[in-house]
């Protein structure tokens, strides 16, 4: 894969000897590699078929830094999907909180949608953890996904002014539209037609909320 680590952090490997880092700062340094390691030893072998061993080559760490600090694989997996899906929200959350007419949502939707897409584009390799091994994982997994999936259709609900069941129902209908379309071209690797999905989904928005659906 070609994308890169997720915006927050970035992987590096510590020189041997002295550094002058603390124990904390050491074990931080470790378990981000670890969770860049999963994703990226995932994004080849998928989550059933990557063992431990293909995470400790990605991630360049020995098998007993590896099991201080994650019990098992399912465990770091769960650790990195959690990361992955902070770094979505936290895009997203600062895309449609940027500069631009309060009183024009759809211009919001817009920004916040370019961001989850671009990132997501970026970073494939760490989307396939939250948009598709997710289901391989497990019913914990799942929960996490729709938890996120959630926090997600609050923020459409909040723009598009969707306060009854049936507007955030709109709204729900909308993110998981949006993560079924993203699927195809994300397993397909291809980054240009993950950002090109914007403007349809942004057309189909449009008419909706001009035709008082999420005001239901």
Known sequence: MGDGAPSVATRRRLPRGRHGLSREEVEGDQRLRILVG?????ADGGYVGTPVAAILRSAGVSRETFYRLFP??????????DLVGGVLLAELDSAIAGP?????????????LDR?????????????????ESY???????ARRHEVQERITDALAALLGARSPSG???????????SALIVPPLVADDADAIAALAPAVLAHVRRLYDAGVFAD
């Open 100 to 112: 631009g007419d309060p009183l024009d949502p759809l211009d919001r939707v817009e920004r916040g």
């Open 116 to 132: 989850y897409l671009s990132t997501i584009a970026e970073h494939r390799a760490h989307a396939r953890l939250f948009l598709v």
């Open 136 to 142: 391989a994982a497990g019913a914990d997994a799942i």
């Open 72 to 81: 098992d694989k399912h465990t770091a997996y769960l650790a990195a999907f």
């Open 38 to 42: 999963v994703a990226e030893a995932m």
């Open 168 to 178: 955030r129902f709109a709204c729900q209908s909308v993110v998981a539209t949006v």
